[in-house]
């Protein structure tokens, strides 16, 4: 009796002790799992950089101060208007007769500088909203006899080469005449008046002006002309490059309704452009 007991002791401890052992192991934990490391933020996009034509000859515009640095309207213009469209520029000093093809071959992104829109331009360029109201302007001597623009038909007339102010003298001349002396920039047109090698030069007014009041000593007089007819100037950008566009003209419409542009205005014309007078309603019947 004593020995069954015993080995039935045995038996019931052994399978306890199995049953332990087996407990164990069942509950025996896996590592926690170690939550992966947040990944640090991407860094926001560096502002895209448009390369910018400027013929940095023609103040108050664009020309080089005595550091070599292009400022001028233009420059503050298109510098204010990629701040706001949330882009970056770079100018480059291109000459004029050049700085179309620059354009198109795609060495430069934008054009500004003083350009007038046209029709024929529009063929091969797209322009932006007017910036810029001007007008041609004709510079002479003081002594100058010369009242109007029909006065330069038989004078020796200085403008600079592919302007308006070249396609104006050269219907009023005559495209062979040789009294039509072209030049590679308007200041050296009437720097040539200046020294009498011509009688007149005919030029958008705001550079006309610009020199004139520059330069006393050269005692120029200034002429207008209702023949000349009302001109805008626009950025230019290649054909076809909407998107570019877009963000022009939404910058230029920033600055003109946050008085930013008038503010430019004033800094280089003295006063702010002059706002275009309501239409007088109607009066009633």
Same mark, same amino acid.
């Given at each position: 009796m004593t020995q069954i007991t015993t080995r039935r002791f045995l038996q019931t401890a052994a399978v306890l002790a199995a049953?332990?052992?087996?407990?164990?192991?069942?509950?025996?934990?896996e590592p926690a799992p170690v939550a992966?490391? &947040?990944?640090?933020?991407?860094?926001a996009p560096?502002?895209?950089?448009?390369?910018?034509?400027?013929?940095?000859?023609y103040a108050p515009f664009e020309s080089q101060d005595e550091k070599g640095e292009i400022v001028g309207f233009d420059i503050d213009v298109l510098k204010a208007i990629a701040a706001k469209a949330g882009f970056e520029?770079?100018?480059?000093?291109?000459?004029?007769?050049?700085?179309?093809n620059a354009l198109g071959q795609g060495d430069r992104d934008i054009v500004v500088s003083a350009v007038t829109i046209t029709d024929?331009?529009?063929?091969?360029?797209?322009? /932006?909203?007017?910036?810029?109201?001007a007008a041609q302007l004709i510079a002479v001597r003081d002594n100058s006899k010369v009242a109007k623009f029909a006065d330069l038909k038989k004078l020796k007339v200085g403008v600079q080469t592919g302007t308006t102010g070249d396609e104006a003298?050269?219907?009023?001349?005559?495209?062979?005449?040789?009294? =039509?002396?072209?030049?590679? /920039?308007?200041?050296? &047109?009437?720097?040539?008046?200046e020294s009498g090698g011509v009688d007149a030069v005919v030029a958008d007014n705001g550079?006309?002006? @610009? @020199?004139?009041?520059?330069?006393?000593?050269?005692?120029?007089?200034?002429? /207008?002309?209702?023949?000349?007819?009302?001109e805008h100037y626009g950025i230019a950008v290649k054909k076809g490059n909407t998107a570019l566009l877009e963000k022009i003209?939404?910058?230029? &419409?920033?600055?003109?309704?946050?008085?930013?542009?008038?503010? =430019?205005?004033?800094?280089?014309?003295?006063?702010a452009p002059a706002k275009a007078e309501a239409p007088a309603s109607a009066a009633s019947n």
């Open positions: 049953g332990i052992v087996l407990a164990a192991c069942g509950k025996k934990e992966p490391a &947040a990944s640090a933020p991407a860094p560096a502002p895209t950089v448009y390369a910018v034509g400027t013929d940095a000859a520029v770079k100018f480059i000093n291109t000459p004029w007769e050049g700085i179309f024929e331009r529009k063929q091969t360029l797209d322009f /932006s909203e007017p910036y810029f109201d003298t050269t219907k009023l001349l005559g495209k062979t005449n040789t009294n =039509i002396k072209r030049f590679e /920039s308007t200041p050296l &047109a009437l720097k040539e008046l550079v006309v002006i @610009h @020199h004139v009041a520059n330069n006393p000593g050269a005692k120029f007089k200034t002429i /207008s002309d209702k023949e000349f007819a009302p003209n939404q910058g230029l &419409a920033a600055i003109k309704a946050d008085g930013t542009y008038d503010q =430019i205005y004033a800094k280089y014309f003295g006063a």
